[in-house]
């Protein structure tokens, strides 16, 4: 058996004929465009009440339609004053503000949002408030979104923050200013101090001299211990005068080639190291950027110390750096008498003195060496075993120049 063919129309008409148009029905239309509307709806109120700072929903006539509960805590605000009410009508009318209308009037229609609009008033019910407004027009619709943001706590910290800030800086004046009178007068005192002992300094060397040979052992002795006092303190009035005034120098910082600057240092103490037949081994160091005159200060205590703590067989003074979590670890090391690791944290303090007056010193170099390390961000410390040596090593935190 043949099938059918159904042969498609041949003309317009007939094409016409063959569609089956189905009506729309316009209750469907309608039911479907509510429920978008009833679900934005729901959207839009479970967004405003999820905000946690005061939002309101404003229509184009500026009337209240939704208002989440953060606002009724923040203000003090009641339902019925609320809802369907002219912004301005709220609470009695405390919300109508001069600055608020300008904000509504003025700012807010040049565009379709503004940004932390700044309002100051006092409310009847909760005092002083500093509002910061935040306001935005949803799309096309005539709906503003109106969100409050209350920063009376913060402005008051603020506020508190810069007077403590000028409270400083008077303190910090008045700081500066007696600083500078004490600087002053520790150099008065430094000169006065140590021009008496310079006299009797001199006035030992003129009866040791004048009276050679006709002194008594004794006396000589008595003579070279009051020089020799004289000339210590002398010593330990510069030094302090010195520690003094490092808080109040000016922080340079420069490019320092440290293998130059030890090469410096060891001119310097060309004599001692000559006297004490010192062996020195400088291993390549860095560049890095720091006080130049202050860094040679902390080598040169280091390295004197070296000289001034030797024992009797051959001083080995062995300088080396490495770099370590960006910054670079200088080490000086030598073989000589040590001491006990208890007193590790010790001998940076002032006037620590591990080896009595036997030999020569004040005390201060230490100290001084630790007050320059931590001018410059860093740390010093030691390891020592008492016999068989010493290591310091004080780490610089600046960025090399180049190796």
Same mark, same amino acid.
């Given at each position: 058996?043949?099938?059918?063919?159904?042969?498609?129309?041949?003309?317009?008409?007939?094409?016409?004929?063959?569609?089956?148009?189905?009506?729309?029905?316009?209750?469907?239309?309608?039911?479907?465009?509510?429920?978008?509307?009833?679900?934005?709806?729901?959207?839009?109120?479970?967004?405003?009440?999820?905000?946690?700072?005061?939002?309101?929903?404003?229509?184009?006539?500026?009337?209240?339609?939704?208002?989440?509960?953060?606002?009724?805590?923040?203000?003090?605000?009641?339902?019925?004053?609320?809802?369907?009410?002219?912004?301005?009508?709220?609470?009695?009318?405390?919300?109508?503000?001069?600055?608020?209308?300008?904000?509504?009037?003025?700012?807010?229609?040049?565009?379709?949002?503004?940004?932390?609009?700044?309002?100051?008033?006092?409310?009847?019910?909760?005092?002083?408030?500093?509002?910061?407004?935040?306001?935005?027009?949803?799309?096309?619709?005539?709906?503003?979104?109106?969100?409050? @943001?209350? /920063?009376?706590?913060?402005?008051?910290?603020? +506020?508190?923050? !810069? *007077? &403590?800030?000028?409270? $400083?800086?008077?303190?910090?004046?008045?700081?500066?200013?007696?600083?500078?009178?004490?600087?002053?007068?520790?150099?008065?005192?430094?000169?006065?101090?140590?021009?008496?002992?310079?006299?009797?300094?001199?006035?030992?060397?003129?009866?040791?001299?004048?009276?050679?040979?006709?002194?008594?052992?004794?006396?000589? @002795?008595? /003579?070279?211990?009051?020089?020799?006092?004289? +000339?210590?303190? !002398? *010593? &330990?009035?510069?030094? $302090?005068?010195?520690?003094?005034?490092?808080?109040?120098?000016?922080?340079?910082?420069?490019?320092?080639?440290?293998?130059?600057?030890?090469?410096?240092?060891?001119?310097?103490?060309?004599?001692?190291?000559?006297?004490?037949?010192?062996?020195?081994?400088?291993?390549?160091?860095?560049?890095?950027?720091?006080?130049?005159?202050?860094?040679?200060?902390?080598?040169?205590?280091?390295?004197?110390?070296?000289?001034?703590?030797?024992?009797?067989?051959?001083?080995?003074?062995?300088?080396?750096?490495?770099?370590?979590?960006?910054?670079?670890?200088?080490?000086?090391?030598?073989?000589?008498?040590?001491?006990?690791?208890?007193?590790?944290?010790?001998?940076?303090?002032?006037?620590?003195?591990?080896?009595?007056?036997?030999?020569?010193?004040?005390?201060?170099?230490?100290?001084?060496?630790?007050?320059?390390?931590?001018?410059?961000?860093?740390?010093?410390?030691?390891?020592?075993?008492?016999?068989?040596?010493?290591?310091?090593?004080?780490?610089?935190?600046?960025?090399?120049?180049?190796?």
């Amino acid at each position: 058996m043949k099938k059918s063919v159904v042969l498609p129309p041949r003309n317009p008409v007939e094409l016409k004929q063959t569609i089956a148009i189905s009506p729309v029905d316009p209750d469907k239309v309608v039911d479907k465009n509510q429920i978008l509307v009833e679900e934005y709806g729901k959207y839009l109120e479970a967004l405003v009440h999820c905000v946690p700072t005061p939002l309101l929903v404003l229509d184009d006539q500026l009337r209240v339609k939704m208002v989440n509960e953060c606002f009724y805590t923040t203000f003090k605000a009641k339902v019925d004053q609320t809802e369907n009410c002219l912004i301005y009508d709220l609470g009695n009318g405390q919300w109508n503000i001069p600055s608020l209308r300008k904000f509504f009037e003025e700012i807010l229609p040049s565009g379709k949002k503004f940004a932390h609009y700044e309002v100051t008033h006092k409310f009847e019910t909760i005092g002083n408030k500093i509002m910061l407004l935040n306001a935005r027009q949803i799309g096309t619709m005539p709906i503003i979104l109106l969100n409050i @943001e209350d /920063i009376t706590e913060r402005r008051l910290r603020e +506020t508190e923050l !810069q *007077e &403590l800030n000028s409270e $400083l800086g008077k303190h910090g004046s008045k700081l500066h200013s007696s600083n500078v009178e004490l600087e002053h007068f520790a150099a008065e005192a430094s000169h006065d101090l140590q021009e008496p002992l310079g006299i009797i300094s001199n006035f030992m060397d003129l009866l040791a001299s004048g009276y050679k040979g006709q002194l008594e052992p004794k006396a000589q @002795e008595y /003579i070279e211990i009051a020089k020799n006092s004289a +000339t210590r303190a !002398q *010593e &330990l009035i510069r030094s $302090l005068l010195h520690y003094a005034k490092m808080d109040s120098e000016e922080k340079v910082r420069e490019t320092v080639d440290v293998k130059s600057l030890v090469s410096q240092v060891l001119a310097d103490l060309r004599c001692q190291v000559e006297d004490s037949s010192a062996e020195i081994i400088c291993d390549p160091l860095p560049t890095i950027i720091g006080d130049k005159l202050q860094l040679g200060r902390v080598f040169q205590n280091l390295i004197s110390n070296a000289i001034k703590y030797r024992r009797e067989e051959p001083l080995k003074i062995h300088i080396s750096a490495r770099q370590e979590n960006a910054a670079w670890i200088f080490k000086v090391n030598d073989n000589g008498s040590g001491f006990d690791s208890k007193y590790n944290d010790r001998i940076f303090d002032m006037f620590q003195r591990l080896h009595g007056r036997e030999i020569a010193g004040v005390g201060i170099g230490l100290a001084a060496c630790k007050k320059i390390v931590e001018r410059h961000g860093g740390k010093i410390w030691a390891e020592s075993e008492k016999g068989k040596g010493t290591s310091f090593y004080f780490s610089i935190p600046e960025p090399t120049v180049n190796r």
